[in-house]
Every structure is written in C-alpha cells, then in structure tokens.
C-alpha cells in the first residue's frame, strides 16, 4: 500500500439503490492499485434509505468516514463539507453514480505523485446523455463566464484530484454560495487535465433540474464578475446617446412646423425604456440577493448524523 492517503470525498442525495454496490468498485480499483485511500461520504439530506447505507458502509469497509445533513443542502454545499473533513495527502472528488470512471483514479494519483501536479481536473470529452435544453444551456452559460470573467470551463467537471494544500486553500474560502468548478479554478496551482467519457447513469436519474442548474449558473456569473453591473452602465450611456439625437431631431421638427403626432414612436420608447429599466434592477437585484445571501452568514451545512468505520480516527466537522 502506498504510503500516502488519498481521501475520496463523494456527495450522496438519494442513491440508496446503487451507492453501496459503487462504493465497494471504488474500493476494490483503489485496492488493487495499491492506493491507500478513505471515503468521505456526504448524504445530503437524502429521502430514501442512502443513510441506512452509508451507515452499511462504514461498519463493512475500514476506511469510511458518512455524515448526513439535517436537509438537502445541495451538491456544493455537500463538496464543501466533504472538503472540510479531507485528511488525506490528496483528495479526489467524484459523483456517487459511477458516471465519473474511477478507472482513471489511479492515473490522477500518478499525475499528482510523479509529476507534481497539484490539481488533475478529469474534463469531459463527451457530455454523455443529457436534454437537448441543458446540452444548449451549459454551451451558452460557458461562452458568457469565458467572456465575463475569462476562465474557460468547457467541458469542466466536478472529478477532480487536489493536492492537500489546494484543499486548505479552498477551506480558505468562506462564501455561503460556492461554485466548485469555477471556484477551484480561480485557486490557480499547477494543474493538469485528463479527458474521461461521462458514463451513462445505471441507476435512478439525474437530480439536476433546468431550474436549479440555472440557479447555478446564476450564482457562478455572481461570484465571478461583477460586468452585468457595468453592462447597466452602459446601456444607459447608449440611451443617452439615442435620446440626444431623437431630441434634436424633435426639435428640428417642432420649429419647422413639420410636427408630426409621434404615437407609434412614444408607444415604443416607452416600451424600450420601461424593459430595459427592469432588466437593469433585475441584474442590480440579482447581485443584492447575494450580498443578503452572504451577511446573512449562516452555516453552509447542517450535519445531524455521523458514521465512522473503526479503524479511522475520529475527525470533527461542524
Ligand atoms: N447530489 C447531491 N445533492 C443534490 C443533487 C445531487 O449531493 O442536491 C449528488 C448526487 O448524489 C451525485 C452528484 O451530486 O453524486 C451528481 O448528481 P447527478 O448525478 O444527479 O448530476 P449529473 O450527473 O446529472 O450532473
Ligand atoms: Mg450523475
């Protein structure tokens, strides 16, 4: 066995049918790869019977570190809390639902170990099945944060192998809204890429609605730039610019006695200007939310239960 740890921190949100059978391939690949390794397992908050066997896990397995959330506190909030409770010399963040091969797990580590990478991103080199709507969405929402903020996340995954200090550094972090693609790329360190197809689910479906990945989205542009603000700006400088013109333009009409009655053009303007208005207090709004999102400073997660396997020594996480 090696002599290094590499902690697996993976969230759980209602996969009771597959996750204990996942957990042991997990297991059985590191294994035989001679990767001493431990699981961080975060239920969150899930309905069916995924603690009951999380719990299955850490008394079978050695090495299984489970908590469970008071609520569905959602996929970030269950990285964030696995990130906090890391003790490994690495950790490699994955989904539940095998849809990230562990297989290229032990590359990763060989990347991390020989060569000296600090972060080993798996990048989707095919995005596997998905709709129509959230193939378009993610294309979009990409080429808007590369234009907005100039970090290319095309094809970016949550399957990724960070360096112990890469995860000090993102315990470093204390916003109540995170982005962990996004976030973690903004950390910088020396990094690498491998390519991995995204596997098709076996089991159950994916708990990623349209809404909530727009909501994501939505938190991502936030966190990253604050350019819509200045986008109002300068709409309004453009509006300025138009009204100028159309206000000589009246004028001259005025004095020429050529006045004409100017109902299509007042219908429209008002149109105009009335959405623009709104667009503009929805983007100021969007970002007031945040703020009272982030003073609030409520706690990121809630952890009500925990299930630690023996041998592992007790860690604490709030
Ligand atoms: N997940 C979670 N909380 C949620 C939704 C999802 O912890 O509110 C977990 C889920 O169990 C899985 C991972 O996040 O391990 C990715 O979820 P899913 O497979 O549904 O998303 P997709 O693969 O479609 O992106
Ligand atoms: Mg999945």
């Given at each position: 066995?090696?002599?290094?740890?590499?902690?697996?921190?993976?969230?759980?949100?209602?996969?009771?049918?597959?996750?204990?059978?996942?957990?042991?391939?997990?297991?059985?690949?590191?294994?035989?790869?001679?990767?001493?390794?431990?699981?961080?397992?975060?239920?969150?908050?899930?309905?069916?019977?995924?603690?009951?066997?999380?719990?299955?896990?850490?008394?079978?397995?050695?090495?299984?570190?489970?908590?469970?959330?008071?609520?569905?506190f959602g996929k970030e909030a269950a990285l964030c809390a696995a990130l906090e409770a890391v003790n490994g010399?690495?950790?490699?963040?994955?989904?539940?639902?095998?849809?990230?091969?562990?297989?290229?797990?032990?590359?990763?580590?060989?990347?991390?170990?020989?060569?000296?990478?600090?972060?080993?991103?798996?990048?989707?080199?095919?995005?596997?099945?998905?709709?129509?709507?959230?193939?378009?969405?993610?294309?979009?929402?990409?080429?808007?944060?590369?234009?907005?903020?100039?970090?290319?996340?095309?094809?970016?995954?949550?399957?990724?192998?960070?360096?112990?200090?890469?995860v000090n550094s993102w315990n470093t972090m204390q916003e109540r809204n995170t982005f962990f693609r996004g976030?973690?790329?903004?950390?910088?360190?020396?990094?690498?890429?491998?390519?991995?197809?995204?596997?098709?689910?076996?089991?159950?479906?994916?708990?990623?609605?349209?809404?909530?990945?727009?909501?994501?989205?939505?938190?991502?542009?936030?966190?990253?730039?604050?350019?819509?603000?200045?986008?109002?700006?300068?709409?309004?400088?453009?509006?300025?610019?138009?009204?100028?013109?159309?206000?000589?333009?009246?004028?001259?009409?005025?004095?020429?006695?050529?006045?004409?009655?100017?109902?299509?053009?007042?219908?429209?303007?008002?149109?105009?200007?009335?959405?623009?208005?709104?667009?503009?207090?929805?983007?100021?709004?969007?970002?007031?939310?945040?703020?009272?999102?982030?003073?609030?400073?409520?706690?990121?997660?809630?952890?009500?239960?925990?299930?630690?396997?023996?041998?592992?020594?007790?860690?604490?996480?709030?």
């Amino acid at each position: 066995m090696s002599t290094y740890l590499i902690s697996v921190a993976i969230p759980v949100y209602n996969e009771a049918k597959q996750i204990y059978e996942n957990i042991n391939i997990i297991h059985k690949i590191l294994t035989e790869n001679n990767i001493n390794h431990e699981f961080i397992l975060v239920d969150d908050g899930s309905r069916d019977n995924t603690w009951k066997e999380l719990k299955r896990l850490s008394s079978d397995l050695p090495n299984v570190f489970a908590f469970k959330f008071s609520r569905n506190f959602g996929k970030e909030a269950a990285l964030c809390a696995a990130l906090e409770a890391v003790n490994g010399d690495a950790c490699v963040v994955m989904d539940s639902d095998l849809q990230h091969p562990p297989e290229i797990i032990p590359q990763m580590v060989r990347l991390w170990k020989e060569e000296g990478y600090d972060v080993v991103e798996a990048v989707k080199s095919s995005r596997g099945k998905e709709s129509i709507i959230n193939k378009i969405g993610a294309h979009f929402f990409y080429s808007i944060l590369k234009n907005l903020s100039g970090f290319n996340l095309d094809g970016a995954s949550d399957f990724k192998l960070l360096d112990a200090k890469v995860v000090n550094s993102w315990n470093t972090m204390q916003e109540r809204n995170t982005f962990f693609r996004g976030m973690s790329a903004w950390l910088g360190y020396k990094r690498t890429t491998i390519p991995f197809e995204v596997v098709d689910r076996k089991e159950g479906k994916s708990k990623w609605s349209t809404l909530k990945l727009f909501k994501l989205a939505i938190t991502a542009i936030t966190s990253f730039t604050s350019l819509p603000l200045q986008l109002v700006t300068l709409m309004g400088m453009l509006f300025l610019f138009g009204s100028f013109i159309l206000g000589i333009y009246t004028l001259y009409m005025k004095f020429k006695g050529m006045a004409v009655s100017g109902f299509t053009t007042v219908i429209l303007l008002l149109l105009i200007i009335g959405s623009t208005l709104m667009i503009s207090l929805g983007i100021i709004g969007t970002y007031i939310a945040k703020i009272f999102d982030e003073v609030k400073f409520r706690p990121r997660f809630i952890v009500s239960e925990k299930a630690i396997s023996e041998k592992i020594e007790h860690k604490n996480i709030s």
